[in-house]
């Protein structure tokens, strides 16, 4: 493995002041010198040079409720989204099993957007030829990173719903004895990384919080929208610590799939992809909601256009510090995870005593051609619009929720049976093993294994 380019373990991913002191000095350096330097790769983590964690508390005055909503977010990862961090981890892992090799491998990244970006960014960096096929309807900025991190693309039929058709495209490419595909809904290195680093970053976070006098140092609930169910996976690890803890899985009221079967297109882009997962623990999730993908964007214009600043600071009092600081986190998968944080403390009657994490995956650079596109087809954006806008956040509603009883964890868990055996090509005996907690907790405890193995490479 002398020859392949190596980043960090999943122990520095959590913790990057583990790593070299010059190592890490080059690599924060390099951040604002050279973005594109393989360096880079050590910036994937949820903390800044001075190991703070990237997160915000939302503002009360615009959640409505009494529990405290924090989000972590993305847009500070290499790429611009902490997808980049579930990319390396597949490909890190691959590189530590022998599985691929620079010098004779082309990697496939199957995406409907932010894991294609990561995955351009982090192959081309570890010097792999990259493919990353996603559907032709996403937004053009996926398309411009996508390429600009040396990349090619193969567009796909349909939008962010159509996994089916990436699925019968990576079919194809898998011909070629020297293409590996790197399937983000199977692969379970996605899972480690957001199982180890980060759940035990929001671990972590709870104490910072506490500190300043937010919450009691628990965290109630762990909210996230379903792409490739990797950032759901954080919630395993904190309902280790915190046995009570909500675990709640979002979805597109256009494309309801885990909530009643349902299927359709919708347009929050990075979720809803009309199947569940393969590292989906659907049998450790308490609750489904569904969220409306025409708020979502609503909303998300609302945090990003001056019309929505200065209705937030003037009419609802929502201090301008946090208009600003909302203005650069969010993308519209950011706006639906909050939705449905604030839904979530609706729902469970929580308290000021309550914490409710979920997670920003990438910021507005992403979504200014889908903004573009709402002004042209709801007007621009004016006051009072703005105002009706806010109450999408405060006024939201607990409809579209079902909760995890046994029963409906087993349908969850069936669900799978269509994608992965059907038509994957797993087995039945594959998938009843995922009913046993134990199979979880073996790929939970391969963290270990994979950094010991990382770490004797780099020697």
């Not at 759940?199 to 762990?222: H, K, P, R």
């Not at 708020?295 to 003037?314: F, M, P, R, S, Y």
Request: with cysteine.
């Amino acid at each position: 493995m002398s020859n392949l380019i190596l980043g960090p373990t999943f122990e520095e991913m959590l913790h990057p002041n583990k790593i070299a002191p010059d190592i890490r000095a080059r690599a924060l350096a390099a951040r604002t010198q050279d973005p594109l330097d393989p360096i880079n790769l050590f910036n994937i983590t949820w903390r800044d040079g001075n190991n703070n964690i990237y997160y915000h508390v939302m503002p009360k005055e615009l959640t409505g409720v009494d529990a405290n909503i924090v989000v972590m977010y993305g847009k500070d990862f290499p790429s611009g989204s902490h997808k980049v961090g579930a990319a390396y981890s597949v490909l890190i892992e691959k590189q530590s099993f022998g599985e691929v090799d620079p010098s004779t491998h082309t990697l496939v990244w199957p995406s409907t957007g932010n894991y294609g970006i990561g995955g351009a960014y982090v192959g081309c960096r570890m010097g792999f030829d990259s493919i990353v096929v996603l559907p032709a309807g996403m937004s053009q900025e996926r398309f411009q990173r996508i390429e600009s991190y040396g990349a090619r693309i193969i567009k796909t039929v349909g939008s962010e719903s159509n996994v089916k058709e990436i699925y019968d495209e990576t079919h194809r490419l898998r011909k070629d004895a020297q293409v590996r595909i790197l399937n983000q809904f199977e692969v379970m290195g996605n899972y480690r990384f957001h199982y180890h680093v980060t759940g035990n970053t929001i671990v972590e976070l709870a104490a910072v919080l506490q500190a300043q006098g937010i919450g009691d140092g628990s965290i109630s609930a762990y909210c996230s929208a379903m792409g490739s169910a990797g950032t759901i996976a954080a919630g395993d690890r904190l309902k280790q610590v915190w046995h009570d803890h909500k675990i709640v899985g979002l979805e597109p009221i256009q494309c309801p799939t885990l909530f009643n079967n349902g299927y359709g297109s919708h347009d929050i882009q990075g979720i809803g992809d009309k199947h569940v997962t393969w590292i989906h623990n659907v049998m450790n999730q308490d609750s489904i909601m569904c969220l409306d993908d025409i708020e979502c964007k609503k909303g998300l214009q609302l945090l990003t256009e001056e019309a929505g600043w200065n209705t937030l600071v003037k009419r609802f009092g929502v201090p301008e510090a946090s208009v600003k600081k909302m203005a650069t986190i969010f993308g519209i998968s950011g706006v639906c995870n909050v939705l449905g944080a604030i839904k979530t403390a609706k729902f469970y009657g929580m308290s000021k005593n309550d914490t409710v994490v979920t997670i920003c995956t990438d910021a507005i650079d992403r979504y200014h051609s889908v903004m573009a596109d709402m002004t042209q087809m709801f007007g621009k954006m004016d006051e009072a619009e703005a105002t009706a806008r806010a109450h999408i956040f405060r006024d939201q509603k607990t409809d579209w929720i079902r909760e995890g009883t046994t029963d409906t964890r087993r349908q969850w868990h069936n669900l799978k049976y269509y994608s992965w055996v059907e038509q994957q090509g797993k087995t039945v005996e594959e998938l009843d093993a995922q009913l046993n907690p134990e199979w979880w907790l073996k790929e939970q405890a391969m963290v270990a294994e994979i950094d010991k193995t990382i770490a004797t490479a780099r020697k």
